[in-house]
């Protein structure tokens, strides 16, 4: 199984994201990421979402392999998110989840998964970084 990660993003961010996380670990060509801009309407959007599935869908194609695609999106209820649901509901040609909250230790994490196991586990993605939010200074001076 072929695992992809394509991040949904108000903006630009996604993009950026991924730079930031290339330069700790190194190459992510399983991730790409669309960003959603203030002048797209929501079929636009949709429609880049599903040209980004569809190529890689292709390539997985060509290959002979089964592809599981991650969406990652940054806000529950947005836009991207939206959209991903409806996606990841609809189509039949390959695996699609979808995960929401995106920040740089999840997309740290599940890039390490990929690059170093092969595949990605979601459910442990999502327990690791969920404790990577904290009160640095409550942690530091345990006050």
Avoid: Y
């Avoid at 949904?8 to 993009?15: A, Q, S």
């Avoid at 592809?67 to 940054?74: A, F, K, Q, V």
């Amino acid at each position: 199984m072929e695992e992809k990660i394509i991040l949904l993003t108000h903006g630009d961010w996604g993009k950026a994201l991924k730079s930031s996380v290339e330069m700790i670990l190194g190459k992510a060509d399983f991730v790409s990421a669309v960003a959603l801009t203030p002048e797209m309407l929501l079929a636009e959007f949709r429609q880049a979402v599903e040209a980004a599935i569809l190529a890689e869908v292709k390539k997985a194609q060509e290959k002979h392999v089964l592809l599981h695609i991650t969406l990652m999106t940054d806000v529950f209820g947005g836009t991207p998110t939206n959209v991903a649901a409806v996606i990841a509901k609809e189509r039949e040609d390959c695996a699609i989840s979808v995960i929401t909250g995106l920040n740089c230790p999840l997309l740290i994490e599940a890039c390490t998964q990929i690059s170093f196991g092969g595949e990605l586990d979601i459910k442990k993605v999502l327990a690791s970084c969920q404790s990577s939010i904290f009160d640095v200074m409550e942690k530091i001076t345990g006050k």
